[in-house]
């Protein structure tokens, strides 16, 4: 009977906009909420066959979608730790609860923004027990190789704030000049001596005593210099030339256009590798591992040279630093997790990856803003943050809501008066059924 799908068809829209309505006041409520996507409703009309001359309504259905593709603007903030995803990926997070219980394979969750800190055992996680997960770094900084389609690997990051570390030289420019007249025959022969400090392994300073001896030739000028690097940190007690780590013959050029720079270097000792002339670059052993000086390449001048009558180490660099205390921690847009020293030492301990799905609105939405893999979404793969399409990490940054609250209020007005009008029909269907029951009286 038509007057009964009235009836039926009414209550749908009771339903339908109630649906509407909640899902308008999920939005408003969630309109500060940093990382929040907003739910969409859709309605869908439902129809019943009909005959000719008399036609039953189907009513309305509502569905809701929630909009996790679409990115909200990005807040800035005053803590390093604010993280904000760029573009569509996610950041790998877990549960505290995971992580105390000690859950081998971490449930793998995602979300867009996150403000973490680290906990008293220094874990990063949110306030509502979000655990940030990483590829931990290799004690050199680098990030081995991971699968990314599995959560092999992953871990949730650690900062000790009263971690130390220190980073050994591996580098020394050598930017010395040695006094021309004294490889002339009516020279003294007296050797120039240079102490440079490196850091070894364990961050403690050690020295290079670097000796260069001129030739002295009984006429004219040699142009000619011998040259013995020894390492402080080797023990010398049963052999005195035990720290004797390279000897080498420096040749400097005489001409017009060379004059006083490095035209070749002999090494005449078994310690040390040999002068690569294009590179500049010699390699000694010192007991922390080996260590690559650079003398200068052939007929350069930014490294040893032989001018006038000064002896001047005018320009002698390395790297490496002591060991330092922890400052502070920064995430850059690479995901790289990145510790400095109160030495200036900056390591990487961490990569944070970047969550990829096929479809990210098929994610299943949790508390928290936070998503999991469902089979609508389809399998996560991991990304390198800036690579591929996930976007990079913006520190000192919050992803705000999604939510328009404007186009909301706008909803619900609509959403109201078409409550009241299936209200009015349900009220109006009543009556006729009411005029109904009179005729029968």
């Not at 490496?320 to 200036?344: H, I, K, Q, R």
């Not at 609250?405 to 009241?420: N, P």
């Amino acid at each position: 009977m038509s007057i009964s799908s009235s009836l039926n068809a009414g209550v749908a829209g009771l339903a339908a906009n109630s649906t509407k309505l909640s899902a308008i006041s999920d939005n408003i409520a969630n309109s500060s909420t940093y990382g929040y996507k907003r739910v969409n409703t859709e309605f869908e009309s439902m129809v019943i066959s009909s005959t000719a001359g008399s036609y039953s309504a189907g009513g309305v259905t509502a569905t809701t979608n929630r909009l996790i593709d679409e990115r909200a603007s990005l807040v800035s903030t005053s803590n390093a730790l604010d993280l904000a995803v760029t573009g569509r990926g996610f950041l790998p997070v877990t549960t505290a609860t995971a992580v105390e219980n000690g859950t081998e394979d971490q449930t793998l969750m995602m979300t867009t923004t996150g403000s973490f800190s680290t906990d008293e055992d220094g874990i990063l996680r949110t306030e509502s027990g979000l655990v940030l997960l990483g590829w931990p770094a290799t004690a050199d900084g680098t990030i081995p190789s991971y699968p990314r389609d599995s959560t092999a690997g992953l871990e949730p990051i650690v900062i000790n704030p009263n971690q130390t570390a220190g980073d050994p030289t591996t580098e020394i420019n050598m930017g010395v000049n040695l006094p021309a007249v004294d490889t002339e025959a009516d020279a003294t022969g007296e050797a120039q001596t240079l102490s440079v400090e490196y850091y070894g392994n364990l961050g403690t300073s050690e020295t290079l005593e670097v000796t260069f001896t001129p030739t002295v030739p009984s006429a004219g000028a040699s142009n000619e210099w011998t040259m013995e690097i020894r390492d402080s940190a080797i023990d010398t007690s049963t052999d005195p030339d035990a720290n004797i780590v390279g000897t080498y013959t420096l040749q400097f050029a005489d001409d017009r256009i060379n004059g006083g720079t490095l035209s070749d270097v002999t090494r005449t000792s078994t310690a040390g590798t040999d002068w690569d002339a294009t590179t500049g670059i010699i390699t000694v052993e010192v007991e922390g591992g080996p260590i690559e000086i650079n003398l200068g390449t052939q007929y350069g001048t930014n490294g040893l040279t032989q001018l006038s009558d000064t002896f001047s180490p005018s320009s002698v660099t390395r790297d490496g630093s002591p060991v330092g205390s922890l400052t502070s921690v920064e995430v850059d847009e690479n995901g790289y997790v990145n510790a400095t020293y109160d030495t200036g030492f900056i390591r990487t301990i961490y990569q944070i990856p970047m969550v990829d799905v096929p479809n990210a609105n098929g994610l299943t939405a949790l508390d928290s803003q936070t998503f999991q893999v469902s089979g609508e979404s389809g399998g996560f793969f991991l990304w390198n943050a800036g690579d591929g399409p996930t976007g990079g990490i913006e520190g000192y940054a919050r992803e705000g809501s999604a939510v328009d609250v404007a186009k909301e209020l706008t909803d619900l007005i609509q959403t109201q008066r078409a409550y009241s009008s299936n209200a009015k029909v349900i009220q109006t269907v009543d009556e006729m059924l009411q005029e109904t029951t009179n005729i029968k009286r």
